[in-house]
């Protein structure tokens, strides 16, 4: 996560250098451009952030559900066995 937040900031500060290359006389511009493109590189961060704490989010469910897939398995034969009994115990119509 860190090296991609350092090449975000890296492609921020070429990009405003870029946007200084297209406009160097004129510093009002320049200062748009240069909020602009630091405007772009929070979304960026915040989308990254974002995709980050879904990828965990995501991973603690798959985990969760692999740590009691058993446990369900187990519940669902014991709930079968009790219908079986009840099942047995219903005098037929």
Known sequence: MKASLLFLLACAAVL???????????????VQKVQELAQKATSMAKDAFSRVRESEAARQARQWLSDNAELAKQRLVWLKEQLAELLKKTPAA
């Open 16 to 30: 405003a250098l870029g946007a200084r290359a297209d406009s160097p006389e004129e510093p009002k511009a320049l």
